[in-house]
């Protein structure tokens, strides 16, 4: 059996005793769980088909929380449109959910415009405090706390470290970024692609379309590419990666999600990590934890993750010293 598969069903069996008591005490939980772009199809179900949402709901399985039985999971989506935010968090505060689970600034911050009672957890966000979102990282102070993904510079200068050490010669390289993501002051890489003597090729998307930008990244013909770490990436990820298949790009992505379908290689913060520990924040608040007293904290896990089939389908020969200080190796 896998590891994987063997951890989830370690964590049902353990949650059971959990759910039974939860069951007997006759209480149950709404939990509501946004996201920016994809589909609320994709959220709903014991099992969701969005990778983020199934390990949401697989941890708070493991904690005791069960769909139909203690937990009532409300999924909601802006399905790309951001001026949805604040009349979603106006429906979900009417609603008397528990909890309130957020996945970017702008949204957190609708969330805490709509209710100023009911908690909000962040499964990720960027400079929060510097957002106004939360008071301070070690006391948040109101009804918002949970996850940061600031990590400072070092997440791009790794990402083009490992593009140099797949392709030693390369000078040029494209960066797929959006405005959404300056916003929200998320780390670009060029102070890194200085340093290594690269030259930046910015080219910038809008949530819902991404066609200047690779008509841009076409035309300019650079040497690889790097995918900016944003939520509506993550939910376009599909056609981002089919585009680089189609220009022969390497391409550096955030997250393993870009990997397992074709992606070349991934390094940055592990968000399946930040929404396990997201469900945490959402049992300590249920049990009685105010989020003014919860810590903002910040990503402790990082992945490297190589496909080695699209390396061969772009002839390219993964050094061993790569290879060696990758966390997963797709084959």
């Known amino acids: 059996m896998e590891r994987r598969a063997f951890i989830t069903l370690l964590g049902g069996a353990m949650a059971s005793p959990l759910a039974a008591r939860a069951q007997q005490a006759g209480k149950v939980y709404r939990v509501a769980l946004i996201f920016t772009t994809s589909p609320v199809s994709e959220m709903v179900g014991l099992e969701p088909n969005h990778p983020l949402a199934r390990t949401f709901v697989h941890s708070l399985r493991t ?43 702008p949204m957190t911050q609708a969330a805490k415009e709509a209710t100023a009672t009911v908690p909000i957890v962040m499964a990720y966000s960027v400079s929060p405090a510097d957002h106004g979102v939360v008071q301070s990282l070690n006391r948040p102070g109101g009804n918002v706390t949970g996850l940061t993904m600031n990590v400072g510079s070092e997440i791009p200068g790794k990402q083009l470290q490992v593009l140099k050490g797949l392709l030693p010669r390369i000078s040029r390289v494209a960066f797929l970024h959006s405005k959404e993501q300056e ?50 990436n993550v939910a376009n990820r599909h056609l981002i990666v089919e585009f680089a298949a189609q220009q022969r790009l390497p391409a ?31 049992d300590r608040i249920l049990r009685g934890a105010k989020p003014a007293d919860l810590p903002v904290e910040q990503p402790t896990k990082f992945a490297l993750v190589i496909n080695l089939k699209t390396a061969k389908a772009l002839g390219l020969d993964v050094p061993d010293k790569v290879l060696a200080i990758a966390d997963e190796v797709i084959e």
């Open 63 to 105: 904690l005791g929380y069960l769909q139909g039985q203690n937990l009532v999971l409300e999924s909601r989506s802006a399905e790309g449109k951001f001026e949805r935010f604040p009349e979603i968090m106006r429906e979900l505060a009417s609603t008397k959910v528990d909890v309130i689970v957020t996945v970017a600034n």
């Open 183 to 232: 916003a929200e002051g998320v780390q670009k890489p060029e102070a890194a692609a200085r340093q290594l003597g690269i030259t930046l090729l910015p080219a910038e998307h809008t949530p819902t379309d991404y066609t200047a930008a690779f008509a841009l990244i076409t035309r300019e013909r650079p040497d690889a590419l790097v995918v900016g770490a944003s939520a509506v």
């Open 252 to 282: 550096m992505y955030e997250t393993r999600e870009f990997v397992n379908i074709g992606g070349l290689v991934s390094y940055g913060v592990d968000f399946h990590d930040l929404f396990r520990r997201a469900a945490g924040y959402v």
